[in-house]
C-alpha cells in the first residue's frame, strides 16, 4: 500500500471519527485547525483531495484554519480548555504528543470499537504508539517526516573524528 494511500485511509478515518460524534446534529461543515503541510498532503493536486468523496458522501464541508506550529498549538491548547469550540478536528504535531496533553483530549477507542479505521494495521507501530498513553489511542497518525543525520565524512577525516556508528556514540562524544 502506498504511503498516498495510508494517508487517504487515516484521513477518512479521523474525518469518520470527527463526523461520529455528529450524527444527531449533522453540521454544514468540518473546522480542521492544522499546519498547512497538512492540507496540502490532504486536499493537494498531486495525490487529489481524499476528503471529497467523503464530504460528497456525507454532505459535509471541510474548512481548513491553517497556522505555523507554534501559532497552531497555541490556538489549539486555548480551544481546549474552552467549554465549547468551532474546531472540529486539530493537528496535534508529533512533538505535542505527550501525556500531559491527553487530558485535554477524548480517548479514540470507543470510536475505534464503534466504527474501526480500515486498514490501521497498515501504519507503522511506532507512529500509533507514540499517539497511545496508558493503554488509551488520542491520535490517529496521518503524517510522517523522517528526520536525518548528515555529515560531511571528509571534513570529519580532515579534523581526525571518526564517523558516528550510531546516534548514541556521537551525541555522547565530548566536545572540544
Not at 479514540?108 to 494495521?121: F, R, S, T, V
Not at 499517539?131 to 489511542?137: A, N, W
Amino acid at each position: 500500500m502506498t504511503i498516498r494511500r495510508s494517508a487517504a485511509l487515516l484521513g477518512a478515518a479521523w474525518l469518520a471519527l470527527s463526523a461520529s460524534a455528529y450524527a444527531q446534529d449533522k453540521p454544514e461543515k468540518l473546522v480542521v485547525l492544522a499546519h498547512k503541510v497538512h492540507q496540502t498532503v490532504a486536499t493537494g493536486e498531486q495525490g487529489g483531495d481524499i476528503t471529497a468523496d467523503w464530504q460528497r458522501e456525507n454532505g459535509v464541508g471541510v474548512e481548513w484554519v491553517t497556522m505555523d506550529t507554534g501559532p497552531l498549538h497555541e490556538r489549539m491548547f486555548r480551544e481546549l480548555a474552552l467549554p465549547e469550540t468551532s474546531i472540529d478536528i486539530a493537528f496535534l504535531l508529533n512533538t505535542r504528543a505527550v501525556e500531559s496533553v491527553t487530558r485535554l483530549l477524548e480517548p479514540l477507542n470507543a470510536h475505534q470499537e464503534a466504527a474501526p479505521i480500515e486498514d490501521m494495521g497498515d501504519v507503522f507501530p511506532g507512529l500509533v504508539e507514540a499517539m497511545t498513553f496508558d493503554g488509551q489511542l488520542y491520535g490517529i497518525p496521518f503524517r510522517h517526516a523522517s528526520t536525518c543525520f548528515h555529515y560531511n565524512e571528509r571534513l570529519l577525516q580532515a579534523r581526525g573524528v571518526e564517523r558516528p556508528q550510531t546516534w548514541r556514540s556521537w551525541s555522547t562524544r565530548p566536545t572540544s
